[in-house]
Nanobody, 115 residues
């Protein structure tokens, strides 16, 4: 079992920045499939940014150039730096980790961007 704890959400004006953190209860040193998703009211959960095999990072088109995913393996933590935020970025942001055949989710953190 893996616990993921997100933090860093909040309310920000359009054009502002927020940084999210996701701490894992286990080592993430050898984990490639770990990233961020979001779900806005009335919409499906969608990929925001994720690490993938081969050292790749994958971003949703809507956030490319504005968001940056990073990690600190020693702290068992991944981050999402969000710049130039837009009202349409408003959502609950979830951390996801795939390990073997299992998918683990954090509890989510609310990000609200006011216009």
């Amino acid at each position: 079992q893996v616990q993921l704890v997100e933090s860093g959400g909040g309310l920000v004006q359009a054009g502002g920045s927020l940084s999210l953190s996701c701490e894992s209860s286990r080592s993430i040193f050898n984990i490639n499939d770990m990233g961020w998703y979001r779900q806005a009211p009335g919409k499906q959960r969608e990929l925001v940014a994720t690490f993938a095999s081969g050292g790749r990072t994958i971003y949703a088109t809507s956030v490319k150039g504005r968001f940056t995913i990073s990690r600190d393996n020693a702290k068992k933590t991944i981050y999402l730096q969000m710049d130039s935020l837009k009202p349409e970025d408003t959502a609950v942001y979830y951390c996801r980790l795939d390990l073997f055949r299992y998918t683990y989710w954090g509890q989510g953190t609310q990000v609200t961007v006011s216009s």
